[in-house]
T-cell receptor
Framework: NAGVTQTPKFQVLKTGQSMTLQCAQD?????MYWYRQDPGMGLRLIYY???????DKGEVPNGYNVSRLNKREFSLRLESAAPSQTSVYFC????????????FGPGTRLTVL | AQTVTQSQPEMSVQEAETVTLSCTYD???????LFWYKQPPSRQMILVIR??????QNATENRFSVNFQKAAKSFSLKISDSQLGDAAMYFC???????????FGKGTLLTVNP
């Protein structure tokens, strides 16, 4: 099992450009999440998908959109990147809320110039 | 709403010694879970230990154990016989019942000195 995979690992964008971060899990988990990690801030939830077909906002959703493409895949889109979105992005998945143990991908380091 | 506070931005320990990382939390949920995650320089988030709030017994995983004080809303992590590979950022996190969201503290950077 690969667990949770994310692509790309690194990305540099110019202000105003768009891009999509891809995430996939092969653990048959129902729930998936996107976090961002900034120095001194811990991890903050951007969006989550409790189950296939549903998505909800987290703590810091502004400037992002998500798509739960199927049970395995959950993508994060930046429509018009801003320097404030420079961060490390983590995707995670969990079986259900009853367990709440989340498994994380390796992260994507995004720099917006 | 849930909040998680880690009051120690940095800690250091000598190899083979014991260190305790502090965490306090606040939640309105009656059913919740608490976690410690480790993030080494590789950036990968690794679950260290997990505690169900309804269990009075403190969780242990090999050299890692917690001191869960429910009334005080305290959840500290004890690392025994510290090893160089334990050097990492440690995050305390909480989640509640049907609430899917994990709330993280800001982390404690642990240095292990040889």
């Amino acid at each position: 099992n690969a667990g949770v995979t994310q692509t790309p690992k690194f990305q540099v964008l110019k202000t105003g450009q768009s891009m999509t971060l891809q995430c996939a899990q092969d653990m048959n988990h129902n729930s998936m999440y996107w976090y961002r990690q900034d120095p001194g801030m811990g991890l903050r939830l951007i969006y989550y998908s409790a189950s296939e077909g549903t998505t909800d906002k987290g703590e810091v959703p502004n400037g992002y959109n998500v798509s739960r493409l199927n049970k395995r895949e959950f993508s994060l889109r930046l429509e018009s990147a801003a320097p404030s979105q420079t961060s490390v992005y983590f995707c995670a998945s969990s079986y259900s809320s009853s367990y709440n143990e989340q498994f994380f991908g390796p992260g994507t380091r995004l720099t917006v110039l | 709403a849930q909040t998680v506070t880690q009051s120690q931005p940095e800690m250091s320990v000598q190899e083979a010694e014991t260190v305790t990382l502090s965490c306090t939390y606040d939640t309105s949920e009656s059913d919740y879970y608490l976690f410690w995650y480790k993030q080494p320089p590789s950036r990968q988030m690794i679950l260290v230990i997990r505690q169900e709030a309804y269990k009075q017994q403190n969780a242990t995983e090999n050299r890692f154990s917690v001191n869960f004080q429910k009334a005080a809303k305290s959840f500290s992590l004890k690392i025994s016989d510290s090893q160089l590979g334990d050097a990492a950022m440690y995050f305390c996190a909480s989640s509640g019942g049907s609430n899917y969201k994990l709330t993280f503290g800001k982390g404690t950077l642990l240095t292990v000195n040889p």
